[in-house]
């Protein structure tokens, strides 16, 4: 049994997973991403909760830059208190000395689908999870690939529509996560209280300023995913956050991979797909990099 967590910026997450990544017990706690004695004394109170099940390990998703090999967490996310601090390392001085692995939340997003999930029969994948940002990662050969400064896959930080005339740089994350197009559209057509809920409600009753917004959104994303294939050149794209339960998002990324292909010069059209994970889908990547880095799998 393997104890993993799920860090946030409101909640941390937990949960008793198998060898398999199947998810036997789970709940949550506050995370005090400002108070590192309060986050560790959270993370402490569960371990004890569980340290009689025969853990094995801790695993643990983490916001913000994170070099794996260390365990350290560099800088950014939520987690604003164990910023620039060997998390592992206190993690387990707190626990025992039980080994604990830690990874980015997004990369363990990705890391879930290529294990076991949508991309479980494929070496490689990328995947982007809209959200509050764009969580992205790239996965070789079951590997994360990290990059020289540990920045690969950072999705939110693709550039869009840059503005040579005025140095307008328009970040990926910023303008198509969900809550930029929701942003979008709660300016074009003056609604406060729109929510992605009532977004989705408009799109499909042909609201012709949502419906705009949707195709510029399933277009952008699309030429990301032709940057994403012309780079890294995976076998399949997973699409994930909450946004992608919608059967509109990825029948749109899609008709506009096709309508590229059709009308540019690409080799080859990317495949997409959904993410088969959700809520669990962090904890169970996490667990699967705990795998790698201690049980050589």
């Known amino acids: 049994m393997y104890l993993v967590f799920d860090v ?16 036997l017990e789970k709940g949550k706690v506050p995370s005090h991403n400002d108070d590192k004695a309060g986050f560790l004394n959270a993370i402490k109170s569960v371990y004890h909760e569980y340290k009689d099940k025969a853990l094995k390990g801790i695993a643990m998703s983490i916001p913000g830059l994170v070099d794996v090999e260390a365990g350290k967490l560099i800088r950014g996310g939520a987690l604003r208190c164990m910023k620039d601090t060997y998390i592992a390392r206190e993690i387990s001085e707190l ?16 890391l879930a689908e290529a294990w076991i999930g949508a991309a479980k029969d494929v070496p490689n ?15 070789i050969n079951k590997k994360v690939v990290r990059g020289t400064h540990l ?3 950072e999705a939110s930080y693709l550039v869009s529509r840059p503005d040579l005339e005025n140095m307008d740089i328009h970040h990926f994350g910023l303008e198509y996560s969900t809550i930029g197009i929701v942003k979008k559209a709660k300016e074009a057509l003056n609604l406060d209280d729109l929510n992605g809920e009532k977004l989705f409600e408009l799109y499909e009753q042909g609201n012709e300023t949502v419906v705009s917004i949707m195709n510029d959104f399933f277009f952008n994303v699309a030429c990301q995913c032709y940057n994403l294939q012309a780079i890294v050149d995976p076998d399949v794209i997973c699409i994930g956050g909450g946004i992608s339960e919608q059967p ?3 029948a749109g990324i899609q008709k506009y991979c096709q309508l590229i292909f059709d009308h540019t010069m690409q080799f080859r059209v990317p495949t997409v797909v ?18 790698q880095i201690f049980e050589g799998l």
Request: aromatic share 8%.
């Open 248 to 250: 509109s998002v990825l």
């Open 125 to 139: 994948c990328c995947i982007l999870a809209f959200g509050t940002g764009i969580a992205g990662a790239v996965i």
């Open 95 to 110: 626990c025992d000395g039980i080994q604990v692995a830690v990874e980015n939340d997004g990369k363990c997003a990705g």
């Open 274 to 291: 959904n993410c088969q994970f959700r809520n669990d889908s962090n904890m169970i990547g996490a667990l699967y990099n705990y795998k």
């Open 8 to 23: 946030g910026g409101t909640f941390i997450k937990y949960g008793l997973l198998n060898d398999e990544g199947k998810v």
């Open 151 to 153: 920045i690969a896959g």
